[in-house]
């Protein structure tokens, strides 16, 4: 392996983990009231509205809540 790739994958594994540091760091309110802001956003897109298949992710730690958009669309 070259020596930039070993480099390129040592700054994005720090990357990494300086993002999960800041989005872990975050406040809960504000994580949820920005949950809730993708939330709406989401289920306001047309193509949302007419899909027939919709692939989620199950939030997990402190990612966007994906639980209210999986309960919106099976409602």
Known sequence: M???CT???SEK???RRRILRERDGL???RRAAWSKAIAERLMARPELLRARTVHLF???GSEVETLPIVERLLA
Do not use: H, Q
Request: aromatic fraction near 6%.
């Open 7 to 9: 480099e390129v994958r």
């Open 13 to 15: 594994r720090a990357l």
């Open 58 to 60: 199950a939030s997990f």
């Open 2 to 4: 070259s020596t930039g």
């Open 27 to 29: 406040p809960a309110v």
